[in-house]
């Protein structure tokens, strides 16, 4: 069992590597059975980890047995698992939406996919940031594969800025390691944590120099104002499969800026606690505005989508910069919410294009939808639950975030954004909406019909809301256990540095 | 020498990020090679900058760190396929969109000025 935490990690890797070899490479049947049976075993084994973590013990995996600041190591608590279940479950129902008619899909889709959960999966479980740079990198170089799957004009300009502007990032990125190396002589997350707190004063401003170079990094990956531009071209861009994986990837750029900045610049680090704060707000309330203001000029559905993931990266980033348990609690509710509904509808976008023909999902007057009462449900119900409207948890999410800002101050900001944002989805949704079921032009197209499993793959994103809002109770404890353990800072540092304490008393 | 290293890595940095602002592929290209140069340069000197230090532990009192160096072994790795990565992306986007311009397509005032010169 103490083994289990490196699963994650080991599975998609030999898969990926194994769906390149006879006899599973020969036939993508094949490759598709295998990867689907892995990704259910992969859920299985992220809700084992999660239930583990739930007794509010930091598993920590030292590789090689190398003890804590000198090895790398693998730390499961309860954030990193929560996050875990979340990509596994996203992974399944994008990989069951490939189980359907695909022409782009080449014999590399596959294990690229594989390589990408590897890629994320590290990123959450690992406790050193040169290690997250690795793992940022294997899920950045999948990610540039998958992109550009199927090929055509407009993927490759949206690759082309995506992987130039994440190159730059990855460069920046090494610089701001190289300055917390050299000034703090480790890159063990804890070991940081620590390490910060016992800074001389002299080398502070280097610190947050580097400490905010990381922030641009996260943000870049976040779509974070200044750095989201690059968001809607790629997601609009590439498949129905990779658009719903990539809903996790932004969340990947919350998770560091969460990570970094509530347990190496949080509460106990003395002149350096809290630098994320005064930039992240402003620029999360700027990025909610530009995500409402994509969101109305959207000509097309899957842009629409992308522009409201970029306003749910606004809110949760917002909510963060208040850096207090209550608002990570309510932002880690969302963020479940936001994911798994984000991605739910890039695949119903899919459906629907596919049955009106030539104009695909673009916002005009045209032949109507072949199953338009049933994707039209879905829609229906995939809207208000992105919106916040009740009763699904999108709702409930965004209540959480509003009872977050306390004082009058944070109020003032963040209340009219969050409820503005939510009026602007509504709009733009019902003539979205409306445009696309109602507005028609000539007679139905002949076309087929959704297939099935594909249909399922929706249908299980779609569901989510209904069950985070039904288990809402369990879900919001679970969350608030999960804020609660994040802010304690010296509970973790002691749990991931104690191995080496004892080694020494010994 | 620290203050050479140090121009050496600014000028490296200070040439990347000006190529990688540029409109066509190739300068970005080179831009983001020089930059990764630079941070390159940057890590390694991240374990402080010593002549005749031993590499083995006790073998003698004045050792260099060996972290930095694996830091910027994996770091050349990932630079090495990247920027493999990014040439091919480039000459498909050349094939692509019929032009190298990083846009896919190139502004009016840009091509005028060519034409002139």
């Given at each position: 069992m103490q083994h289990l935490i490196l699963l994650p990690l080991i599975l998609p890797l030999l898969a990926g590597l194994l769906m390149l070899l006879p006899p599973i490479g020969t036939s993508r049947i094949r490759q598709r059975n295998f990867a689907l049976l892995l990704s259910g075993v992969t859920v299985l084994i992220s809700a084992v980890l999660l239930?583990?973590?739930?007794q509010g013990l930091v598993e920590v995996y030292a590789l090689g047995d190398w003890a804590a600041p000198f090895g790398i190591v693998l730390v499961a608590d309860r954030l990193s698992t929560l996050l875990l279940l979340l990509?596994?479950?996203?992974?399944?129902?994008?990989?069951?939406?490939?189980?359907?008619?695909?022409?782009?899909?080449?014999s590399f889709f596959q294990p690229l996919l594989q390589f990408q959960i590897l890629g994320i999966n590290g990123a959450f479980l690992t406790g050193d940031l040169f290690n997250l740079f690795v793992f940022f990198e294997i899920l950045l170089i999948a990610s540039y594969g998958l992109l550009m799957f199927g090929g055509g004009k407009t993927r490759t300009r949206a690759g082309l800025h995506y992987v130039i502007l994440?190159?730059?990032?990855?460069a920046i990125f090494l610089f701001a390691l190289g300055i917390l190396y050299g000034t703090l002589g480790t890159l063990n997350i804890a070991d940081l944590a620590l390490k910060v707190q016992l800074l001389d004063p002299r080398d502070a401003p280097l610190v947050q120099a580097g400490g905010l170079m990381l922030l641009i990094v996260f943000g870049l990956k976040a779509a974070m104002l200044?750095?989201?531009?690059?968001l809607p071209a790629a997601y609009a861009?590439?498949?129905p499969a990779v658009a719903a994986l990539f809903a996790i990837m932004t969340k990947v750029g919350i998770y560091a800026i969460l990570r970094v900045f509530t347990m190496i610049f949080g509460e106990a680090a003395g002149t350096l606690s809290h630098i994320a704060g005064p930039w992240l707000w402003p620029l999360a309330l700027m990025t909610i505005l530009i995500g409402a203001i994509g969101t109305l000029a959207a000509q097309d559905l899957r842009r629409l989508i992308a522009n409201l993931i970029i306003v749910s990266v606004g809110s949760l980033l917002?909510?963060?910069?208040?850096q207090r348990e209550t608002a990570t609690a309510a932002a880690l509710y969302y963020l479940l919410h936001s994911t798994l509904i984000s991605a739910g509808?890039?695949?119903l976008a899919d459906l629907i294009a596919r049955q009106r023909g030539k104009v695909r999902d673009r916002l005009v007057s045209a032949r109507g939808v072949g199953q338009d009462r049933l994707l039209g449900s879905l829609f229906f119900i995939g809207a208000i639950a992105v919106i916040g409207m009740p009763p699904l948890s999108g709702f409930i999410g965004k209540v959480l975030m509003l009872n977050a800002a306390s004082s009058v101050q944070e109020m003032?900001?963040?209340w009219p954004l969050l409820l503005g944002s939510s009026l602007v989805a509504l709009i733009a949704l019902s003539r979205a909406g409306s445009t696309l079921f109602w507005n028609l032009a000539g007679s139905p197209a002949e076309t087929e019909r959704a297939h099935p499993v594909q249909l399922l793959a929706v249908v299980l994103l779609l569901a989510m809301p209904l069950l985070l809002s039904i288990f809402a109770a369990p879900v919001t404890q679970l969350t608030a256990a999960t804020a609660q353990q994040l802010h304690d800072v010296h509970g973790q540092i002691g749990s991931v540095l104690l191995p080496l304490a004892q080694l020494e008393v010994k | 020498m620290e203050a050479l290293y140090a121009a050496c890595v600014g000028v490296l940095t200070a040439s990347g990020v000006f190529l990688l602002l540029r409109g066509r592929t190739f300068p970005v290209v080179v831009g983001l090679t020089l930059l990764s140069y630079g941070v390159n340069l940057f890590l390694f000197a991240s374990g402080r900058l010593s002549v005749g230090g031993a590499a083995v532990l006790g073998t003698s009192s004045d050792h260099s760190d060996p972290l930095p160096q694996a830091l910027v072994l994996t770091a050349i790795v990932i630079g090495f396929a990247m920027t493999a990565f990014v040439v091919i992306l480039a000459m498909r986007a050349r094939g692509d969109l019929g032009n190298d311009h990083v846009d896919g397509r190139v502004p009016v005032i840009d091509a005028d000025s060519e034409e002139r010169t």
């Open positions: 239930k583990q973590a739930q990509t596994s479950v996203l992974a399944f129902c994008s990989l069951l939406y490939t189980f359907g008619p695909r022409e782009e899909e080449g994440n190159l730059a990032g990855s200044p750095l989201q531009f690059w861009a590439s498949t917002a909510v963060i910069a208040l509808l890039f695949l003032s900001w963040l | -």
